[in-house]
C-alpha cells in the first residue's frame, strides 16, 4: 500500500532528525490508516476461523 510507505517514510525521516509539520489531518490520517489496518487483519482471521469451522 502506498499510504503504508508513506507512514514509514515519516518516521524514517523524524529519526534522521527531520522534522515534520504535524497537522490534525495527518493525525486523522493516521488514525484512520491504523484503525483501517486493524479491521482487515480481524476480518482475514474471522474468515479462517469461519473457514476452519465449516470443513
Do not use: C, P, V, W
Not at 502506498?2 to 515534520?20: A, P, V
Not at 493516521?30 to 476452519?52: G, N, P, V
Request: aromatic content about 8%; glycine content about 2%.
Amino acid at each position: 500500500m502506498n499510504d503504508e510507505k508513506t507512514h514509514s517514510e515519516l518516521i524514517f525521516y523524524e529519526t534522521k532528525g527531520e522534522k515534520n509539520e504535524i497537522s490534525l489531518l495527518l493525525i486523522r490520517s493516521e488514525d484512520q490508516l491504523l484503525s483501517s489496518q486493524t479491521i482487515i487483519a480481524l476480518a482475514k482471521k474471522m474468515l479462517r476461523m469461519y473457514q476452519k469451522f465449516n470443513k
